[in-house]
């Protein structure tokens, strides 16, 4: 399958600070990333949806200034959560869009876990 | 909006059967998706129907009833390593082809 690699895998900050979080369609090209945050024992909750090239689409309740979603490029999408504060901990993941006979399918990045001190 | 029903945990034995349903609402319904969990890592696809039916990948199938918003996982042959989440997912085309996910089902599978 496709392969989507996610940087840092785990993130310690104090409350405050702004944290970058790097997604990347290593061997296809991802018009369509999606971000999820999910806490311990619970679902993935869709964030927003980062489209290359244009602004991201963010689900309700998401704040769109708290959370930066920039997708420059077919294969890099970046979250940036900005002045981060304790309730920000949490396992950030991205995942890319499927392409061709796969477009069903979604393949995820290894997870960032964050924790805000 | 959409929802998805699933059980929270399920415990079976190795070498055991087990079926994990989902029951879904959504208004643009575009097909169901499996995933499984490990703790601290990755969901990882099983797999995905979009039609009535049953679908087989080896130890694992899917099945869809698009006219009941139904569908289940089956387990078969169940191994230690089979203890995971199972997250059952609803691709909608509303707002662009997101899929969103269930609260997942916890599998505890025994010696």
């Known amino acids: 399958g496709a392969v989507v690699s996610q940087h840092p895998s785990w993130v310690i900050c104090k409350s405050g600070t702004s944290v970058k979080i790097e997604c990347r369609s290593l061997?296809?090209?991802?018009?369509?990333m999606f971000w999820y945050r999910q806490f311990p024992k619970q679902s993935l909750m869709l964030m927003a949806t980062?489209?290359?090239?244009?602004?991201?689409?963010?689900e309700q309740g998401v704040e769109k200034d708290k959370f930066l979603i920039n997708h420059a490029s077919l294969t890099l999408s970046t979250l940036t959560v900005t002045s981060a504060h304790p309730e920000d901990s949490s396992f950030y993941i991205c995942?890319?869009?499927?392409?061709?006979?796969?477009?069903?399918?979604?393949?995820f990045g290894a997870g960032t876990r964050l924790s805000v001190l | 909006g959409q929802s998805l029903e699933q059980p929270s945990e399920v415990t079976a034995v190795e070498g055991a059967i087990v079926q994990i349903n989902c029951t879904y609402q959504?208004?643009?319904?575009?097909?169901l998706s499996w995933y499984q969990q490990h703790d601290g890592g990755a969901p990882t696809f099983l797999s995905y129907?979009?039609?009535?039916g049953l679908e087989e990948t080896g130890r694992f199938s899917s099945f869809l009833s698009r006219s009941d918003s139904y569908g289940y996982l089956l387990l078969q042959e169940l191994q230690m390593k089979d203890s995971a989440s199972y997250f059952c997912?609803?691709?909608?085309?509303?707002?662009?082809?997101?899929?969103?996910f269930g609260a997942g089902t916890r599998l505890f599978v025994k010696a």
């Open positions: 995942s890319g869009g499927g392409v061709g006979l796969a477009k069903n399918i979604q393949y």
């Open positions: 061997d296809f090209q991802a018009t369509t």
């Open positions: 980062s489209n290359e090239g244009s602004k991201a689409t963010y």
């Open positions: 959504t208004s643009g319904f575009y097909g």
């Open positions: 129907n979009a039609l009535d």
């Open positions: 997912a609803v691709r909608d085309r509303t707002g662009g082809f997101k899929t969103i």
